[in-house]
């Protein structure tokens, strides 16, 4: 397959500008002629339909939840970049161009960072006119705060619900496109199928989740914006529903996979605590900016944190990144924290954690600044733990976090099957082998207000209005079939073990063996162990119930059955790539300190994955990466 | 430790519901309430029975999905926290815990725990937004917005639609989620242009839906895993009052 | 149009409608209560007063009606929107939990409702005068009618008097949750006065009661005679 990533020529600051100019467009009299389904409601999808919605196209917005406000971007904490150099502190367009680039560990298309650098200061103008209640100076202008990677403020925030505040930013303006019926909502809706027709993706096939009703939707395009795929680990920071389902089925369809192996540990989240757990719950990166990490300078000790003298404590982060400090980028963070634990110097019951310090800080700027920044933090973290980290430090613990990797893209964010385009952390375009902090939410508002309502033009611009199949085609009738039958067999294993116990079990393997650390054995273990589990599940799963209703277990048994698929694309991508990158950390291949060493020869490129039947070896399609402006060097946060 | 629970099983809208007894054994006090369930699920799943359907998310107390009353209280015992965030250390062993749905006539049951709050989009589709598209942004700094105002705004707009407000209240009235909204927009310059117009096309909506009207009696703040302040219906009332006479034509 | 088609139909035109003639029925609870208060300062003052109202038609006549018509409004107000809050959440809960709902404001139709049937009684009484037709005879010196006298044989009778007490502690529960209430719905409070006015009403309910019942007890205990 000959994958066009259509970047346009030109200078690469001038290259969005160009492109805009020449891409083709709708006649305003026809755009509510097309119709465009829109999977997901994140910060990606919910902006995508509200600007999809205002240019005039009919919309159809599906997601999983009950409401459109609650998809997970909401969950989000610390904030968003922007380029405005409000601060005056040096920052530019191409400083977060550049940043970025280099905290992917030049893993990621330069025409399409430079793009998010651009469109990055238009995001804060609209979200603000929408009323996001951002952070503000008492001057009334906007406040910025510092975040990992990066040494200039260019981080806009909403207390610690960054992502709440720019989602309801966007659910509204999709409400109020919802209100005057140009979108038409679908919650409690999963995405089952995806329809291909001609080669082009005209539509989806969902199941109503109260009513179990299975039904097609067909469509000029259909966009994803269903989000990451990292709940595959079982324990995430995500929320219980998020899925890979939607671009898990768009790849059996047809479209490819791009870096599944990419998938980011966010450092500081709260340990895990027992078996029973379901959820990782994250804290802020914020934190780093006042919080001191640190563990015991001698192996096994016990002592509680208050006893331990400051000339016994490593703050290792200081100590092997001087410049950085506290704030080194996440995957650098996260593997010297398992690092420390691996030297048995971890903190906590378990030994897997290390302290966030909050002491000097308090010390400094006094309790009440540190409330006022942190303290719906503080109250989580006091909440889940039980421990008041103002006066002990906090304990906290790597866990994954986010997906890099994700439906391969071009630049007009189009996957390669025309129709079908992919945005936010579904797609794979823009953070290379690892995200920045506060970069996410940037990625899905640009995606969804400033990029797909162009570029979808020159897809649609190409299709006759109203030659869109009908939803009764054959195509649809049969992937309608295809979903029935495969609800039916969840439905009638009857097995012994509970889809849980599956899912757990995958995590673990995934975790151990695809973790923080990664290694050939390692891999190749996971790929024995993860088919096996996989046929059990088949054979041994026991969903109950009938589909017929509100069915809990069948719509994971449905998530978990494409995890074990999804699984070993991960860890084959993970094998092949035989290089540390960013977040993918191979063993064999590391610096004299344990940094990693990437292979730019053999590996700067974009590994696109084409589905060939489950359990056969997926073909491996490359996208050179080419860089114009910026010089590929060994990342250093010294 | 081990506790009894009586929790509420109705098959689908229309058959009629009842409480069924469970016990959940060997639970770890650290557990939250909802992993609870899951232990509970688990059982019921090895026992070829149907698991308890309820709702939840991100289990971090953001998203406003959960959504359980837990001995007559919405989201249990526990001050400012949603359901996810309710731990078992809150309970004692042995303990008997009564689950129940929210219920209201603006909310009505699906299964189980699980109701339908399509009742709220619908009031912010009426009203609960600033009519701005995308690209017609002025720049972010254009209109200074004193921090005190920001600030309550955000206080307001940390509403995450969970409706323990509507379960609390005895009127079942929506008046402290409409308010968190209409606040948050109209105290914002960027939302004064619509501030009239919003309140009386939000709470016209409301009542619609078929949520109560308010009688002051506080539970639903009490009540709030975000603390949303009962001010907040106060300057709503006024921002009413003031569209209202405004109205005249 | 629209402004009486929102105060006669949403829900908080109701409640302000609700809130204005409950803040009208307060005041004259106040300015009755004052003009009751005069029975200690003896016979003269508190005839003279009633005289006053009585051949004052121009201020008597306007106030009555505005009263009845308040009165009508609050009582409609009242039971309109209590049923709409029944309605509204039809399936009540197994286990009651009402969290920080006093019980006043709990109970607020029910007050209302013992203080319409007050009221009623006491028109009755006082200005119909029909429960003791020969209060129709009782004139003081100056042929005016005596209401110095009508009250203290009025509330010689311990069972009126009682009937009087408890209804006036309704009214005044009734207020303490009604007036902390009307600043909401007519959306005067904010985070700064919010907890002083709930502080006041509450002392302004009970000083309410007591210059209420000071007038039957102070009759009952022979002060008054
Ligand atoms: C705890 C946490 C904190 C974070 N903090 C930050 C931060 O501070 N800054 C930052 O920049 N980024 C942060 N991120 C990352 C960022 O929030 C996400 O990457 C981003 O919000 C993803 O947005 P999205 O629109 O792509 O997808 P999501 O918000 O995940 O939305 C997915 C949508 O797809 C729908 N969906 C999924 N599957 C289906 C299906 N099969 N059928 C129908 N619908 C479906 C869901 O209902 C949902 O509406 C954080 C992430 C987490 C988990
Ligand atoms: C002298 C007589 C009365 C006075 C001074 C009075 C005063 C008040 C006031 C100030 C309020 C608050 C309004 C608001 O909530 O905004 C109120 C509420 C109310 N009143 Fe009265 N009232 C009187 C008689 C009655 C009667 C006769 C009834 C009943 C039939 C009644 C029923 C109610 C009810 C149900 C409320 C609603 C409570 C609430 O919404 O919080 N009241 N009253
Ligand atoms: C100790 C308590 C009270 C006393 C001694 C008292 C006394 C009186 C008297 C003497 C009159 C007749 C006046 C006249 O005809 O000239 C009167 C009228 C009236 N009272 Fe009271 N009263 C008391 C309490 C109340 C209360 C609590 C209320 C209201 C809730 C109330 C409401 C009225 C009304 C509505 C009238 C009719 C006014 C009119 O003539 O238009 N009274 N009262
Ligand atoms: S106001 Fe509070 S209780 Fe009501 S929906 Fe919002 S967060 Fe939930
Ligand atoms: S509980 Fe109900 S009565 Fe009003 S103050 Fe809250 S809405
Ligand atoms: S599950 Fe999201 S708030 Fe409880």
Known sequence: MKLDARIPSGPLPQKWDKHKASIKLVNPSNKRKYEIIVVGTGLAGASAAASLAELGYSVKSFCIQDSPRRAHSVAAQGGINAAKNYQNDGDSVFRLFYDTIKGGDFRSREANVHRLAEVSVNIIDQCVAQGVPFAREYGGSLANRSFGGAQVSRTFYARGQTGQQLLLGAYQALMRQAGLGQIKLFPRSEMLELVVVNGHAKGIVVRDMVTGKVSSHSADAVVLATGGYCNAYYLSTYGRGSNATAIWRAYKKGATFANPCFTQIHPTCIPVTGDYQSKLTLMSESLRNDGRVWVPKQKGDKRPPGEIPESERDYYLERKYPSYGNLAPRDISSRAAKQVCDEGRGVGESGLGVYLDFADAIQRLGIDKIRER????????????????????????????YAMGGLWVDYNLMSNLPGLFVIGEANFSDHGANRLGASALMQGLADGYFVLPYTIGDYLASQKPGSR?????????????????????????????????????????????????????????????????????????????????????????????????????????????????GCHFREEHQTEDGECQRNDEQYAYVAAWEFTGVGNTPTLNKEPLVYEEVHLAQRSYK | MNVKLRVWRQKDPQTAGRFVGYEAKNINPNMSFLEMLDVVNEDLTKRNEEPIAFDHDCREGICGMCSCVINGEPHGPEYKVATCQTYMRSFHDGETITVEPFRAKAFPPIKDLVVDRSAFDRVIQAGGFVSVSTGSAPDGNAILVPKTDADLAMDAAACIGCGA???????????????????????????????????????????????????VTGSCEAVCPKGISLNFIAKMNRDYFGAMLKSAR | MNILLRLFTSSLGKKFLMAITGAGLLLFVIGHLVGNLQIFLGPESINRYGHFLQTTPEILWPSRIGLLAFVIIHIWTSISLTLENRAARATGYEVKELVAASTASRTMIWSGLVIFAFVCFHLAHYTLLVVYPEFRDLQDAQGRHDIYRMMVFGFSNRWVSGFYVLSIGLLCIHLSHGTSAMFQSLGLKNTLYAGVIDRLAKVMAILIFLGYISIPVAVLAGVVK
Request: hydrophobic fraction near 40%; aromatic fraction near 8%.
């Open chain 1, 374 to 401: 942190y303290g719906n933090l503080f109250d989580m973290y006091h909440e889940i733990t039980h421990e008041d980290a103002y006066h002990s430090p906090m304990r906290i613990f790597p866990a994954m976090h």
């Open chain 2, 165 to 215: 407000c509507v379960a609390a209240c005895k009127n079942a009235s929506a008046m402290l989620f409409v308010a968190a909204k209409v606040s948050h927009l109209n105290l914002l310059p960027q939302g004064k242009p619509e501030k009239d117009r919003r309140v009386l096309a939000m709470v016209a909506q409301m009542d619609e839906e078929g949520f109560g009207a308010c009688t």
């Open chain 1, 469 to 581: 199949p009908k939803a009764d085609a054959s195509e649809f009738k049969l992937a309608e079939q295809e979903t029935n039958e495969r609800i039916q067999k969840l439905l009638s294993i009857r097995g012994q073990k509970t889809v849980t116990d599956f899912h757990k079990e995958l995590g673990r393997i995934l975790w151990t063996h695809c973790g923080m650390a990664r290694s050939e054995k390692s891999l190749k273990e996971a790929l024995t162990l993860i088919p096996a589990l996989r046929d059990e599940f088949w054979k041994n799963v026991n969903v109950p119930g009938n589909g017929e209703d509100l069915n809990q277990s069948l719509e994971r048994a449905g998530r978990v059955a494409d995890y074990l698929e999804l699984a070993e694309l991960l860890v084959y991508d993970a094998l092949i790539r035989d290089e540390s990158c």
